[in-house]
T-cell receptor
Framework: AQSVTQPDIHITVSEGASLELRCNYS??????LFWYVQSPGQGLQLLLK??????LVQGIKGFEAEFKRSQSSFNLRKPSVHWSDAAEYFC????????????FGTGTKLQVIP | EAGVAQSPRYKIIEKRQSVAFWCNPI?????LYWYQQILGQGPKLLIQ????????DSQLPKDRFSAERLKGVDSTLKIQPAKLEDSAVYLC??????????????FGPGTRLTVL
């Protein structure tokens, strides 16, 4: 069964600092990978996704993620964090088979301090 | 393009009462998902529809939860009777649902349910 681990429950960074959120997945074949962001009281918004091809994926709001098959990782990065990036971030792995099932991690809550 | 619509946004009920949530997906999206998100956790899939058929309801507590998607468009999720542990945000999502690939899911704002 597919699964996702986000080892950091809560991360605090200073505004302007760089950010890396960790994500490890378990899936038998080549996975579909996603990062979503959820602001308080809102639904989830897609930041970026990896299906195939270039392992460095660019997303919205200046985020990027790198797929590393050897490490089963898909870490999310941003070079300079803005206060508006404070939110909860979810990594997810999708089934490349027929039913498109997506499994989410438990999330990492990002706090940004001025 | 209109997004995924959900109603109500908030609901407070007492345990053993019943409640229903409604979801209208993005037009043309064949796949519709209902997720339960308990505070501090990631979304957990309850049920997945492809058009008006169920493809995965393995984590749906069928003794109290039910869902339908009439005519392959909008959907209703019902809880009867509710328990305290059902307090959560219920998220609806939809995707194109193309054969053999995992399309991006687009989420609605969710319904926050509080069971007292």
């Amino acid at each position: 069964a597919q699964s996702v681990t986000q080892p950091d429950i809560h991360i605090t960074v200073s505004e302007g600092a760089s950010l890396e959120l960790r994500c490890n997945y378990s899936y038998g074949a080549t996975p579909y990978l996603f990062w979503y962001v959820q602001s308080p009281g809102q639904g989830l918004q897609l930041l970026l996704k990896y299906f195939s091809g270039d392992t460095l994926v660019q997303g919205i709001k200046g985020f990027e993620a790198e797929f590393k098959r050897s490490q089963s990782s898909f870490n999310l990065r941003k070079p300079s964090v803005h206060w508006s990036d404070a939110a909860e971030y979810f990594c997810a792995v999708g089934d490349s088979g027929g039913y498109q099932k997506v499994t989410f991690g438990t999330g990492t809550k990002l706090q940004v301090i001025p | 393009e209109a997004g995924v619509a959900q109603s109500p946004r908030y609901k407070i009920i007492e345990k053993r009462q019943s409640v229903a949530f409604w979801c209208n997906p993005i037009s043309g999206h064949a796949t519709l998902y209902w997720y339960q998100q308990i505070l501090g956790q990631g979304p957990k899939l309850l049920i997945q529809f492809q058009n008006n058929g169920v493809v995965d309801d393995s984590q749906l507590p069928k003794d109290r939860f039910s869902a339908e998607r009439l005519k392959g468009v909008d959907s209703t999720l019902k809880i009867q009777p509710a328990k305290l542990e059902d307090s959560a945000v219920y998220l609806c999502a939809s995707s194109l649902g193309r054969q053999g690939r995992t399309d991006t899911q687009y989420f609605g704002p969710g319904t926050r349910l509080t069971v007292l």
